[in-house]
């Protein structure tokens, strides 16, 4: 994966802190309009890190305060959940979600972890195919409501090579 072809040139992960949130909430707004985490389940997941998450925030390298992207890990033991991974509509298509998701998978290494597992709604085509790109396979499938979609699925990645 090339910086140019890619287009993550210019951006910066950081550790996401409680100073982001208002414009991580922003986008969270954008992106899930009727189901959107509130403010204080973002305080909730940050303040576990980093003994039981890892969470990150992507933003333009150039003295902007404004979160284009951000994605979360859950760490327990040898496993690691994503908790969630965005980026801002205007910012997507560029490699963005891709640079996130490897960043979560390299610190999910770093910590030990042997798995990655996650939800994605069924009919949410864009991050299958992120996930799908990113070695993840589907292991199962369940109806119920998450996150405004009707089914879910449930994909693992091992992170063994
Ligand atoms: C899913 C999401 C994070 C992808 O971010 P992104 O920055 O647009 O993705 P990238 O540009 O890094 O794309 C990487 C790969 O994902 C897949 N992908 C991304 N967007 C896609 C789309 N609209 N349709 C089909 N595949 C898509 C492709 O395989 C792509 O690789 P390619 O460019 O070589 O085809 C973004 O669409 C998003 O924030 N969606 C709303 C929030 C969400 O659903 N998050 C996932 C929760 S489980």
Redesign the pocket.
Known sequence: MTAAK??VDGYRIQPMRWWHLPSVRAVELE??PDTAWSLATFWSEISQIPKAREYFVLDQDKGSTEVV?Y?GVAISGRQAD?Q??????A???????????DHLISRALQRGASEML????GT???????????GFCEINRRKGCY?GYEETIVMRKSLRN
């Open positions: 890619t287009g992106l899930y992207g994605g994503v969630t991974l965005a980026v801002k509509s910012n997507q298509r560029c490699g963005l979600g891709q640079h996130l998701l996650l939800d994605v709604g949410n085509y864009p991050a299958v195919g992120l996930y799908e790109k990113a996150r």
